[in-house]
């Protein structure tokens, strides 16, 4: 059976997901279903299933932190933000990024 | 005709019919499964929790907590599986959560030591109680002091899920019970050896890890006890005790008194004074009514 385009790319929006989570928390402080709607209409769309071990994840690596508030509606949020760290590991990131688009372009001239 | 399971999600209750709590529980069992290992797994379970509780939310009128046929199998589809490390098969997933030793006052008959004891090694809860009455007779009231230490040591189980892991997902065998005495046997000798060789920094890193852990969990707390503030304690499945459990409760209570009391040298004289302080007491309150 062949892949379908969907499953073909499933390996590299796995591996840009943790980049997309760290470019979204960088537009300021975010909650997860904040995170989630912005991926929502994009071929990144994901659930929570996928999304809090990877927040988590990067709480450990210190990339971000988070701070509870209280929500009008219902229970406590936490709140995530990028630390000095997961700014410069995302600035790394966006340049390696840039620079592996430039080679995908060049390569074949 | 549908039965309904209460449960409480992120310190809220939710009636579910039995097919939305059966996915329920395979999803969390298999997120659990997913992540087990994971450092945060505890406070990722909650936040997972969380999600689906304001999912379901979402779904009910307002000032319902009853989730109609489908509701949480959407919501469960809007979740998404759960991720972590690359789950070993469907098999890994299907194993369940570990059993665990928790008491059940609900199913049992005081504090639920018996219940919880029979369900983690798969026996009937009557072989249990009797084993403990033909035991304190034995011991001439003295194993009493068995079942109170118990009730301390022993967790309850209050989430659906510690119910469940107290029941385990499926029977656990002697062999299985040796290995994980053994585990946790290594796994705390590793720990000791890494408390003793760790640098100052990571010792500092683990202390604020552990800090903020506890601060995690204390809010866990708080919030829980906020919600049963305002909800009342009424949806924890739990049966009011009838007047022959009170007079079994009150019985087992005097017996621990007094097994204490006999078998416990030095406290013998504390529990003299605290009688004769209760006794001036109720003197002086006779005193006051015959005034």
Redesign the interface.
Known sequence: MENTPNQKFDAIRKGLLEFLTAKIIATGEVY??DILARLAPTDFA?????L???L?KM??EGLLEYE?RESES???R?YYRLTPKGRANLRETEAYWQALIATIKTIAK | MNKVVTISLAGRAYELEEAGYDALRRYLDSARAALSGDPDLEEIMRDLEAAIAEKLSARMRPGENVARGGDVEAALAEMGPVGGKAPEGAAHAQSGTPKKLYRLPEAGWIWGVCAGLAAYFDIDVTLVRIAFVALAILTGGGFFLAYFLMVILIPVATTPEERSAAYGASTITAQTLIENARKGYEEGMRAWQKWETVGKAEWKAHKAEMKRQAKQQRRAWKHQGRAWQEYGYSYYPHRTPTVAEELVHVAILAAVVWAVYTYIPGTQPFLDHLWALIERGWQWIFAQIAR
């Open positions: 997860a279903a994901t659930g929570e299933g996928t809090y071990p990877l988590s709480r450990r509870w219902g229970p406590p936490k």
